[in-house]
C-alpha cells in the first residue's frame, strides 16, 4: 500500500491542503463540490491505486476542505482557478494527467476548452463532470444541506445510488466532518448567495452549459454512471461526440460518483487509459 501523505503547501498566503503518493508521471486528481466536498472524501479509493504507477496530487479546492475558508464575492471562479494554477507552479507541476469528479470535472473542461489552457493538462479524466446541471429534486436536496446529519444522509441519498453509503453511519460522520469544518458551509454556500441589487438569476442550475466541448484538445475519458440524477441523460455520450478524442464509459448500478460507487472499475478504466496515454500498452 503507498504511503499516502497530507501535506500543507503556502500559495500567495493561502494555506492549501493536499494529499500526495507514489512516483512518476504526476497524476492530479480534483475533487467534487457538494458540502463536505474534499480531496480525502471524493478520492480515497482511488488515490492508493493509482499510486502504484503514478505520482498522484490531489488538492483541496480553495475554500474546501482543509484548504483555507476563502471565497471571492466579486470573481469567485476567477479566483480558485488563479489559486489552483499558483499551487501547481509551487509544486512545479508543469504537466499531468487530470482527473476530476463533479465539479473539479467541469471545471476541467471548462479550462481545457478555453485558450489558453491555464493549467498544464497532458490528458483528461471527466469523472461525472461536464454537461449541464439540471434543478432536479436531488440537486435541490444538495443545495438544501443545512450542517444537520439527516441533511448530510438526504445529501448522500441524492448522490450515490447505493443506499448503503447513507445507511453508514461512520460514513456519515465522516462527510459531516468535513462538511461543517469552520468556514466550509459558508464557502460552499457562497457561490449561490445574490445581492439584492443584482438581475434575477435563479440557482444557476438548469441553464445551458457554454462549455465547448470541441476544443479540449487533449485524450479525454468521459465515466457516469447510469443513474445519475445530477445530470441531463445522456449527456455522458453528447460529451463524447463534441470531445474529438474521447472514449465513454457509462457504469450501471452507480450514480453521480463512480469513483466511489464502482471504485475498482473506475480505476481499471482509468489506468487502461492513462497506460494509452504514456503509451505503455
Known amino acids: 500500500m503507498p504511503d499516502i501523505r497530507s501535506r500543507f503547501v503556502d500559495v500567495d498566503g493561502v494555506r492549501t491542503h493536499y494529499l500526495?503518493?507514489?512516483?512518476?508521471?504526476?497524476?492530479?486528481?480534483?475533487?467534487?463540490?457538494?458540502?463536505?466536498?474534499?480531496?480525502?472524501?471524493?478520492?480515497?479509493?482511488?488515490?492508493?491505486?493509482?499510486?502504484?504507477?503514478?505520482?498522484?496530487?490531489a488538492p483541496d479546492w480553495l475554500g474546501f476542505g482543509r484548504t483555507d475558508k476563502v471565497f471571492d464575492f466579486a470573481n469567485g471562479r476567477a479566483r480558485v482557478y488563479r489559486h489552483m494554477r499558483r499551487f501547481f507552479e509551487v509544486l512545479a507541476?508543469?504537466?499531468?494527467?487530470?482527473?476530476?469528479?463533479s465539479m473539479g470535472g467541469s471545471n476541467l473542461a471548462r479550462i481545457a476548452s478555453t485558450r489558453p489552457v491555464i493549467f498544464p493538462i497532458r490528458s483528461l479524466i471527466l469523472c461525472s463532470g461536464g454537461g449541464s446541471t439540471p434543478e432536479t429534486d436531488e440537486r435541490k436536496t444538495l443545495l438544501a444541506y443545512d450542517g444537520t446529519p439527516d441533511a448530510m444522509v438526504a445529501l448522500l441519498?441524492?448522490?450515490?445510488?447505493?443506499?448503503?453509503?447513507?445507511?453508514?453511519?461512520?460514513?456519515?460522520?465522516?462527510?459531516q466532518e468535513m462538511a461543517t469544518m469552520p468556514g466550509a458551509w459558508e464557502c460552499a454556500a457562497a457561490a449561490r448567495f445574490k445581492s439584492p441589487s443584482s438581475a434575477p438569476k435563479g440557482s444557476g442550475f438548469g441553464s445551458v452549459d457554454p462549455t465547448k466541448y470541441e476544443n479540449i484538445a487533449v485524450p479525454t475519458l468521459v465515466v457516469a454512471?447510469?443513474?445519475?440524477?445530477?445530470?441531463?441523460?445522456?449527456?455522458?455520450?453528447?460529451?463524447?461526440?463534441?470531445?474529438?478524442?474521447?472514449e465513454v464509459h457509462i457504469l450501471d448500478a452507480c450514480g453521480h460518483c463512480p469513483n466511489i460507487e464502482r471504485a475498482n472499475d473506475f480505476?481499471?478504466?482509468?489506468?487502461?487509459?492513462?497506460?494509452?496515454?504514456h503509451g505503455r500498452t
Request: negative net charge; proline residues 5%; glycine residues 10%.
Open 225 to 246: 454512471g447510469a443513474e445519475d440524477r445530477l445530470r441531463e441523460p445522456g449527456y455522458a455520450e453528447d460529451l463524447g461526440v463534441r470531445i474529438p478524442d474521447s
Open 157 to 175: 441519498n441524492a448522490m450515490l445510488h447505493d443506499p448503503k453509503w447513507a445507511n453508514d453511519a461512520g460514513y456519515v460522520s465522516r462527510r
Open 93 to 101: 507541476i508543469d504537466d499531468a494527467d487530470f482527473i476530476g469528479n
Open 267 to 277: 480505476n481499471r478504466l482509468t489506468i487502461q487509459f492513462l497506460e494509452k496515454v
Open 20 to 57: 500526495e503518493a507514489g512516483e512518476g508521471p504526476v497524476v492530479v486528481l480534483l475533487h467534487s463540490g457538494e458540502f463536505g466536498g474534499a480531496a480525502e472524501i471524493s478520492w480515497e479509493f482511488t488515490l492508493p491505486a493509482l499510486a502504484e504507477t503514478f505520482r498522484v496530487v
